[in-house]
């Protein structure tokens, strides 16, 4: 087991308990604890670059399953550096025209699914702010397609499930196994989101709007904290049409109703005789 996950999904929970027992019950803190990891604990692994070609083999990895996660889940987070958590809660209704000719996306935090009101798994209120998407996801109809879908999620097979950020990884993960990127455990779906903020710095967006796109606390500096905390139409239209070094034909003229449609199949495929 890794150590970030001891730290951040096993004493993270036990801490809340002990803070939340803390007023409840008003018994004083622990202090001075100290925590001891086992030397066995797994390193973290931290995020590496993925090649152009490996991303294009993801791309046409997706589009040939027919499934509509694997196809367009890669291709948002590519064009956008968004988290894949926040990405498959998006409605149809987040979807708007925010300036003339430009397009973005904005989840309110919440959403109500099957009756039940749920939290997405955002990192912070930056993560609600609008984002801006890419004019090739306008070009080939899928913001429209998007739009049409109302209060309905684009990816209702994921959110129906009882944890769906942990699915949609373990789902990307088989992709990227799928499309035979498995020589480092560093190239994973999160690169979409590294790789996008390296690219937009290459392009000479500025740190303060790579934060605001891609959903981190804007801050480090005191004059950052000036000024909107959302992008400008100038800045949005930058980001809009950022260069694109992938071919990204297989995503022309697909029937997305076609792919929304599509129902996976669990098991194993039976052996032929």
């Known amino acids: 087991m890794a150590k970030k996950t001891l730290e951040e999904g096993y004493i993270a929970a036990i801490k809340a308990a002990l803070n939340s027992g ?40 997706g589009v040939a399953s027919g499934m509509f996660d694997k196809a367009f889940l890669p291709l948002i987070g590519f064009l956008t550096g968004r988290r894949l958590g926040l990405l498959i809660h998006l409605k149809g209704s987040d979807f708007r025209e925010k300036f003339e000719g430009v397009w973005v996306a904005q989840t309110s935090g919440i959403v109500l699914n099957n009756g039940v009101w749920r939290r997405v798994p955002v990192k912070n209120t930056a993560s609600t702010s609008f984002f801006v998407l890419h004019n090739f996801l306008s070009e080939i109809g899928f913001v429209q397609w998007a739009k049409e879908l109302g209060d309905e999620f684009l990816f209702p097979e994921l959110t129906r499930l009882k944890d769906p950020s942990k699915s949609a990884s373990s789902y990307m993960g088989r992709l990227f196994e799928e499309a035979g990127i498995k020589e480092s455990r ?88």
């Open 22 to 61: 803390q007023v409840k019950y008003d018994y004083r803190p622990i202090a001075n604890a100290k925590l001891v990891y086992p030397d066995l604990a797994r390193p973290t692994v931290h995020t590496e670059p993925l090649g152009n070609a490996k991303i294009q083999k993801v791309f046409e990895t």
């Open 186 to 273: 560093g190239e994973v779906f999160h690169s979409f989101r590294s790789g996008y903020i390296a690219d937009a710095g290459d392009h000479n967006i500025e740190k303060r709007d790579r934060q605001m796109q891609v959903g981190h606390e804007v801050g480090d500096d005191e004059h950052d904290k000036y000024g909107f905390r959302n992008l400008t139409e100038r800045k949005a239209r930058i980001l809009a049409d950022l260069p694109i070094e992938v071919d990204l034909s297989m995503f022309r003229g697909l029937d997305f109703d076609e792919f929304a449609n599509a129902k996976r199949t669990r098991g194993r495929k039976p052996k032929k005789a």
